[in-house]
């Protein structure tokens, strides 16, 4: 028995020994004998993280913990860590870095993984690749949990995201607002968490679209964005007063491209379909509103004008990403052309 794991926790952690590793989530993750941690995102790696080390200093606030590096290993030093200390406190063992780990460390895990040290939690991060599949798949048949660790992909996961985070912290979010966040700071996760947690601590009562707005209506991606809505729209003078103040306030022109092929390629997939936002989103790998805004715009649009507006891009892309002289130009033309095209012209 591992007595540094909650009493709670401990049958349930004796009894999966015996089956394939479970999948957790970040948020409820508990302390047990070993704890994997598996995935590139290093944000909800860290959360996971925290909340272990939380746990178990709520517990056993003496917890000592051991920061291992798996790549830079000496063998015996996992043995040595685990043993037990003069007084008693427990440990929490954190090693990192598995992706690039040693012969040593690999051959030291998989020994301690058949007699587990008691008052320890060994918590393992490998941010992904082939290198230790042999511990991994021994973790995970050992029962221990798991804890996927994958970039958000699509902005379904991202508002998923945010509406959790606002529950956490019980607070409320109008979907407008958790849309207009998400596409004015979702690229990065890290980021989208602290654009939540400032949010939180800093409004009082539920977060608006208007609010969202005030902080970050001037971000990157929300002005890229909002000059792809007016140009897939047809404003073209709208979408090119908005493109040059971005480009005069320092806004790059890759992001701009970037968002009006994005706008560009939603169209294109929900053109001409029949259906449910709801059952067209499962298919298409879109949130709801994503395909209520791109059957909006769709309407501007016929398959000639797509195609032009396809074309115009792929050139823009290259042009800003280095084969042109002249990438604010490129911008500004693909701009042009994608206004002119869906205003039929």
């Known amino acids: 028995m591992n007595p540094a794991v909650p009493s709670a926790k401990r049958s349930t952690a004796k009894s999966a020994g015996k089956s394939a590793g479970k999948i957790v989530s970040w948020r409820e993750v508990e302390p047990a004998p070993v704890v994997l941690l598996s995935g590139p995102e290093d944000y909800l790696a860290g959360r996971a993280m925290e909340r272990i080390r939380a746990t178990l200093r709520q517990d056993q606030p003496d917890t000592e913990i051991v920061r291992l590096d798996a790549a830079a290993y000496a063998a015996g030093d996992l043995m040595l860590h685990s043993s037990p200390s003069l007084f008693g406190e427990a440990k929490l063992i954190e090693a990192s870095n598995l992706a690039a780990m040693n012969d040593e460390f690999l051959t030291d895990t998989l020994a301690y993984l058949t007699d587990t040290a008691p008052d320890t939690v060994l918590v393992l991060s490998h941010g992904g690749g082939n290198r230790g599949k042999k511990l991994l798949d021994a973790v995970k048949a050992a029962g221990a949990p798991v804890v996927e660790c994958q970039p958000f992909k699509k902005d379904a996961e991202k508002l998923d995201f945010v509406a959790q985070e606002f529950k956490a912290a019980r607070r409320r979010i109008d979907p407008a607002a958790s849309r207009a966040l998400v596409a004015a700071v979702g690229s990065k996760l890290a980021d989208l968490a602290a654009a939540c947690r400032q949010l939180i601590n800093d409004a009082s009562g539920e977060i608006s679209e208007e609010l969202v707005e005030k902080y970050y209506g001037g971000r990157v991606e929300a002005t890229a964005f909002k000059v792809a809505d007016a140009a897939l729209a047809g404003r073209g003078g709208q979408a090119l007063s908005m493109l040059r103040h971005a480009l005069d306030t320092g806004v790059d022109p890759v992001p701009l491209v970037g968002a009006l092929a994005m706008k560009v390629r939603a169209v294109a997939k929900v053109a001409n379909l ?72």
């Open 274 to 345: 029949r259906g449910s936002s709801a059952s067209m989103a499962k298919d298409l790998g879109m949130a709801p509103w994503q395909v209520d805004q791109a059957r909006r715009d769709a309407q501007h649009w016929s398959q000639e004008s797509l195609i032009k507006a396809v074309q115009v891009l792929a050139e823009a892309d290259a042009q800003v990403k280095g084969a042109g002289r002249d990438p604010v130009y490129a911008v500004e033309h693909a701009v042009t052309v994608i206004s002119l095209a869906a205003a039929g012209r």
